[in-house]
């Protein structure tokens, strides 16, 4: 059992989440602020990264998390603030991302050492917070689990999340690779301009059969964070020497917290015959980053994806910025699968210009009132469209997102 950590007697404002539930179980109250080991140093947090898993964590779908109430997050970007008396390779006001583990929501951040790297002045504090999960996870995946090497061929479901822009971008840094991505159709031209081949709507359309129509003996990686049904179609695709990185279940998460769709897909998750693996000569490969942070090959990776941001092959797209205060709003965001890249938290959002603010209302409004359209974009990616292959009627994806899941 861990000790508890001593405490100073400072405090600040941190996201807390008090129980398992709905999005008003994530609450922003003041904590206090541990106190700084010799290997430990403190950030002032100036943006923090959004995950699927904490979606995951809310509804108490995470194993590896403690009992609330906690902070969340585990990432961030800030400034050195203090420095432990054995820290030989940080200084203080140093402008740093880090992969904390837990405990990120918060205006002040005290992670060991390790942890926390320099980062280059161009790279913004939010484009910083998007990279540590994001870029780790796909890395490691890519390049330990699967091995990615040139010529071959991945599927990347989800391609405009956080994860799926960060795998699009460090696969194609290998030669004639060929990427399949999923996502909806309004997402389709940003994930082409990033670098997927052929994007998919899952929606309108049957991945796997669409994927064999190009590549008939399918893909050589799988990068699944669904789970589910989708599990077997991935392990369906794959060739010979192929493998598949499971690292989520999208699938399992829904706000009315079925017991039967988790039941339902958690069988369809593992109901597969192991010796299938011997006959079809394929491999299975889990990947959680969470079980890894005290694992030496993490900070060699956060090392190398700082030199790939240096080189112009990682590109942080951020999607949005919310501040603590609209947690909820952000988790709604993504649960809908609404954002294109990264969903970013600040402790304090700086107010927009009150001229800028009322142009683009203006021209939001009139863009809706044009399409009888009800829903309040503004600062959100329009998710209007023809809702049939014929496009011979026209509704918001916003209304039938949670009943159709990922968009």
Known sequence: RARAKKMTAETCKAIFLTGHGGYDKLQVQEASIPALKGDEVRIKVEA???????LMQRQGLYRRSPTPPYIPGFECAGIVE????HVTELKVDQRVMCVSGRGAWSEKVVAPAERVIPIPEKLSFEEAAAIPVN?????LMLFRCAHLREGQSVLIHMAAGGVGVAATQLAKSVPNVTLFGTASAP??????????DYPIDYRTTDYEVEVKKISPDGVDIVLDPLAGKDFKKGFNLLRPFGVTVLFGGANFLQENKSYFNLAKQWFQTSSFDPFQLIGKNRTVSGFDLGGLFKNPDVLVAMKELVRLYEEGVVK???DSVFAFEEIGEAQKRMHSRLNVGKIILVPRKAAKPEKETE???EAVSTEKNERNCHYDCVDTLCLWTPTSTTGTFEKCLRTFSGEIGRA
């Open 359 to 361: 142009e683009k209302s």
């Open 187 to 196: 997402k389709h031209a940003v994930i082409k301009e990033n670098g997927i």
């Open 316 to 318: 942080p797209k951020v």
């Open 48 to 54: 923090c990264g959004l995950n699927f898993a904490e």
């Open 135 to 139: 870029y780790l996870t796909a890395y």
């Open 82 to 85: 203090e420095i432990g008396e």
